[in-house]
C-alpha cells in the first residue's frame, strides 16, 4: 500500500472560522490501515482501489474540544469521515437559540447537509479531541464515477441520513422521554457495535444538556429517565459510562424502531 | 433529448412551472428476478435519461413530482441515486407549494421508505390499491398513520377499479378517527355489468361523503387544494391527472412513460431493452386531435361546464351543434345530463356520471369535424 504525504490544503475551520494550514500529513495514517475502513468508505472498494481513494483524503490536526468543524453557511466543499472522537452538529432556530441535530461518531461521515444547497445548513463542533478526513466532494465525485461501488456507498450512506433525520423529528414529535432516552442509547450501543466494541459498555461522549437538547428534553428530565432506567436494571450509570443490563427490555422501552 | 424551440406549443418560458413524472411498469420486478437485466439497468436508464432531456428547461421550476417507480425494485441507494442527479439536472422547488408525490402499493408502505422520501423532499402520498374486493382496514389505517407520523401533507389512493366497499372502509376510518384520503382517484376500469354498478355506488356514496368529483372519476375531499382550485377555475388537466400547480408540461421519465409539451404528446418505449437505447420517445400516435381541442375537454373536465360563448369568441368555434349532435342520442328518456343557459352548457349530476360516454362521443364528432372548424387542422407534428 503506498504511502503519500499530501500537502496542505483545504483547511477545516478554528473556532473563529478562520483557516489554518494543516500539519503535514501523517504517513502512517491511509484507509487502507485505517481501522474503520470497514465501515467508513473504504467499504465499498477493492483493496487496490483503496489507494486512489486514500489520494484524495486531506488530514489535518486534530479539532479540540469545542472547536469548529465547519459554520452553518459556510460554502460547501467537503464532507467528513470522523476517525476518533465525536462531533456534534447544530443549527440555530429562529429564536437565535442552538439546537442539536446530530452526534457523528468515528467511522461516520458528516457534512452531507450542505449538499443540496452548496452550503452547511449546520454547524459542526467536535465534543472532543477529535481526528477527522477530510474529503473534497468535488473530488469524491469524480472518483465515484470511476468507482461505481463507492459512489453507491455514499447514496447509502446520504439514505441512511436522511431517513434518520427523519426519524428523528417523528420520535420527537410523538414520543414518550422514556421512549426518546432509549432510542438515543440504543443507537449508540448499535453504531459501537458496528465498531466492533462493546453494545453493551461504553462511554457516552456528549453531555446531559446536549441530550436534552437533541432529544427536546430538560437536562433534568434526562437524568431522571437514566435515573429511572437504573431503578429498573435496565441500565448502570456512573457518570457518562452506561451499561446496559436488559437490551430486550430496552428495545421494548423503545419499541426498536428509530435510530437517533 | 432537447424539444426543438420552433415546435408549435413548446414553451420554455423559465417561469413556466414544469412537472416530472418517473414510472416504470410494475412488471419489472419479475421481469428482474427472471434477468438477465436488473434494477441497475433501470437506473442508468433513467439517469441517462434525465440528464439528456434536462438541457434548455432545467432552470424551469419543478412544481410537480410523481413517484411512480415499483418500490419493491429499488433500494434506498438508488432511490436517494435518481433523486439526487434529477435536483442536479432540474431545479426541484420549495416543498410547500409544490406537489412532490410518491406512490406505494399498500404492503409497501413501511416507515423506513416513509421517513426516506420526506427527507426526499417529497409531501404527498399515494397509495395504490390493486385488484380487490375489499379493502384492508387496518393496512390502510396503518398506512394513513404512518404518513401522519411523518407529516406527509396529503394521502391519496388510488384505485385500479371501482370498489363498492371503498365508501364503508371510508367511513369506518373516519369513525376511528382517522384522517380520510384527500383525493380518490380510479384508474380507467374495464367496461362490465359490475364495474358500472360498483361505479354508480361508489360515486354516489363519495359525493354523500362530501367529495367533490374532478372529472368523474377523481374524487376530492372538499378542503383539498384540488377542489378549491376547482372553485377557483385555476385547475390544470394533463395526461397525469388534475393539478393545481399551473403545470402543464410534464416530461415523462421512465420505460412506458408518457410526457406532454404543449401540443405535442410524446411516449417512452414500454420494454426495457428499446427504452435503454431509444434516443428520444416516440410521438404518441394523434387519432385524436385532442391537442386541438384540449381546451374544451379539459374545460369539460375540469368544471363539467363549457362557456360556448367563449369558445365562438376566442376560437371561433360554434360547439353547441357539434354538441347535440354528439349527446343527442345518449341522454336516456326522462334523465338530462346537461343543460345551456346564456351560451353556457352545465352538467347535470347524471351528465357528470356519464362524463366518460359523453367525452368519448364529443372526441369522435370533433375528430370528424376538424377542418371544417376554424383553426382546428392538425398540428403538424
Known amino acids: ?260 | 433529448m432537447a424539444i426543438p424551440a420552433n415546435v408549435c406549443g413548446f414553451s420554455a418560458a423559465p417561469h413556466t412551472p414544469l412537472g416530472i413524472s418517473l414510472y416504470a411498469p410494475g412488471e419489472y420486478s419479475r421481469i428482474f428476478a427472471a434477468g438477465p437485466y436488473t434494477s441497475r439497468h433501470l437506473v442508468e436508464g433513467l439517469l441517462r435519461e434525465l440528464q439528456l432531456r434536462s438541457p434548455g428547461i432545467g432552470q424551469r421550476k419543478v412544481s410537480w413530482l410523481d413517484w411512480q417507480l415499483p418500490q419493491s425494485i429499488l433500494d434506498s441507494a438508488d432511490v436517494t441515486e435518481i433523486m439526487y442527479f434529477l435536483g442536479r439536472c432540474y431545479s426541484l422547488g420549495e416543498v410547500n407549494s409544490c406537489r412532490y408525490s410518491v406512490t406505494f402499493d399498500l404492503e409497501d408502505f413501511n416507515e423506513v421508505r416513509a421517513a426516506l422520501f420526506k427527507g426526499l423532499g417529497f409531501n404527498s402520498v399515494e397509495i395504490r390499491i390493486e385488484d380487490c374486493k375489499t379493502l384492508n382496514l387496518p393496512a390502510l389505517l396503518r398506512s394513513i398513520s404512518i404518513a401522519a407520523d411523518f407529516h406527509y401533507q396529503h394521502v391519496n389512493l388510488t384505485l385500479t377499479r371501482p370498489l363498492a366497499s371503498l365508501v364503508k372502509t371510508l367511513k369506518q376510518l373516519s369513525a376511528r378517527g382517522s384522517t380520510l384520503p384527500h383525493c380518490v382517484s380510479l384508474g380507467r376500469f374495464p367496461c362490465s355489468a359490475e364495474n358500472s354498478r360498483n361505479f354508480d355506488a361508489l360515486f354516489t356514496g363519495m359525493t354523500t361523503l362530501g367529495y367533490r368529483v374532478l372529472g368523474n372519476d377523481c374524487f376530492v375531499s372538499s378542503d383539498s387544494a384540488l377542489a378549491r382550485a376547482q372553485r377557483q377555475r385555476q385547475l390544470c388537466l394533463t395526461n397525469h391527472g388534475y393539478n393545481c400547480q399551473g403545470v402543464t408540461d410534464i416530461i415523462g421519465l421512465g420505460p412506458g412513460n408518457s410526457s406532454s409539451w404543449g401540443s405535442l404528446h410524446r411516449q417512452n418505449p414500454r420494454q426495457l431493452p428499446a427504452y435503454l437505447t431509444a434516443q428520444s420517445p416516440d410521438r404518441i400516435p394523434s387519432g385524436l386531435p385532442a391537442h386541438n381541442f384540449k381546451p374544451v375537454l379539459a374545460q369539460l373536465l375540469c368544471y363539467h361546464n363549457l362557456d360556448l360563448t367563449y369558445f365562438r369568441r376566442r376560437y371561433q368555434w360554434n360547439l353547441l351543434p357539434l354538441i347535440e349532435q354528439a349527446w343527442s342520442q345518449l341522454q336516456p328518456p326522462g334523465r338530462v345530463l346537461y343543460s345551456i343557459r346564456q351560451g353556457e352548457l352545465r352538467l347535470t349530476a347524471a351528465g357528470v356520471r356519464s362524463l366518460a360516454i359523453l367525452c368519448d362521443a364529443l372526441i369522435e364528432h370533433l375528430r370528424a369535424a376538424t377542418g371544417t372548424l376554424p383553426g382546428s387542422a392538425s398540428v403538424a407534428e
Not at chain 1, 5 to 28: E, F, M
Not at chain 1, 103 to 125: R, V, W
Not at chain 1, 206 to 233: C, H, P, W
Open chain 1, 1 to 260: 500500500m503506498s504511502r503519500k504525504n499530501i500537502a496542505s490544503s483545504n483547511s477545516t475551520s478554528d473556532s473563529s472560522g478562520n483557516s489554518q494550514a494543516k500539519c503535514h500529513h501523517n504517513p502512517l495514517v491511509s484507509c487502507g490501515d485505517c481501522r474503520l475502513n470497514a465501515i467508513c468508505l473504504p467499504i465499498s472498494l477493492h483493496v487496490d482501489d483503496i489507494d486512489r481513494l486514500d489520494e484524495i483524503i486531506q488530514r489535518g490536526r486534530p479539532l479540540q474540544k469545542g472547536e469548529y468543524l465547519y459554520h452553518t453557511g459556510a460554502p460547501f466543499r467537503s464532507v467528513f469521515a470522523i476517525r476518533s472522537g465525536t462531533i456534534k452538529a447544530i443549527s440555530i432556530t429562529n429564536g437565535g437559540q442552538e439546537q442539536v441535530t446530530g452526534f457523528y461518531l468515528p467511522g461516520e461521515i458528516l457534512g452531507m447537509d450542505g449538499i443540496a444547497q452548496n452550503h452547511h445548513t449546520n454547524s459542526a463542533i467536535a465534543l472532543e479531541t477529535a481526528a477527522v478526513c477530510e474529503i473534497p466532494f468535488s473530488r469524491l465525485e469524480e472518483l465515484s464515477l470511476k468507482l461505481p461501488g463507492l459512489q453507491r456507498h455514499f447514496f447509502s450512506l446520504m439514505s441512511k441520513e436522511i431517513t434518520s433525520d427523519q426519524q428523528l423529528i417523528t420520535l420527537l414529535s410523538k414520543n414518550s422521554a422514556d421512549e426518546r432516552v432509549a432510542s438515543l442509547l440504543l443507537s449508540i450501543s448499535t453504531r459501537n457495535h458496528h465498531r466492533h466494541l462493546s453494545a453493551t459498555c461504553f462511554r457516552l461522549p456528549m453531555s446531559r444538556a446536549d441530550i436534552g437538547n437533541y432529544l427536546g428534553l430538560t437536562i433534568e428530565t434526562v437524568s431522571r429517565v437514566l435515573s429511572r432506567f437504573q431503578k429498573s436494571n435496565l441500565l448502570a450509570v456512573d457518570k457518562k459510562e452506561i451499561t446496559i443490563l436488559d437490551m430486550d427490555a430496552l428495545k421494548k422501552v423503545a419499541q426498536a424502531e428509530s435510530r437517533c
